[in-house]
């Protein structure tokens, strides 16, 4: 079978009902999505499908040939990154690349959104360590920079 994962198409034997989780990290070696619950519940193995956030860790690889997968490694040159280590977004981060996958999805769609739309964003993605206010402030940050570079 074959994916397209961070743009680039690739052949994979997994049985088509792996989880698409189970690809990636083992298969593939993108180790940036993380499992958490393995239930849909905490957002850790965020991807981003057809553009989409989406749950990875239950996702069963076989329904996903002809999509666009996007992982956390595709958007290492993306301003939310920067803009979530300006604000030291993260205290462990496990989360985070949940996170991330989330906000990108995000800003994507509105380049200008309100704190309330960022919080309903990101309602998918858990953070136990208590870093919200940081996680809004650097999709904050990374939507000024992005209409900064707009400019």
């Known amino acids: ?3 397209t994962v961070n743009g680039k ?3 994979i034997a997994d049985d088509p009902a792996t989880p698409l989780l189970d690809v990636l990290r ?3 070696g993108l180790k940036g999505s993380r499992y958490g619950c393995g239930l849909e519940q905490c957002g850790a193995c965020m991807v981003l499908i057809d553009g989409a956030p989406e749950f990875s860790c239950v996702r069963e690889v076989g329904t996903l040939a002809g999509r666009d997968i996007r992982t956390v490694e595709s958007l290492r040159e993306h301003k939310v990154i920067a803009a979530f280590l300006a604000e030291q977004a993260g ?3 496990y989360c985070l690349s949940g996170i991330v996958v989330s906000a990108a999805a995000l800003l994507a769609r ?3 959104p309100s704190r309330a739309e960022i919080a309903a964003a990101l309602d998918r993605n858990l953070c136990r360590c208590g870093a919200h206010p940081r ?3 650097a ?3 990374a939507a000024a920079a992005m209409e900064g570079s707009r400019a």
Do not use: S
């Open 110 to 112: 509105n380049k200008d």
């Open 91 to 93: 205290q462990c981060g």
């Open 139 to 141: 999709v904050e940050r």
């Open 1 to 3: 079978m074959n994916l």
């Open 9 to 11: 198409t690739v052949a």
């Open 135 to 137: 996680i809004i402030r």
């Open 26 to 28: 083992n298969t593939l």
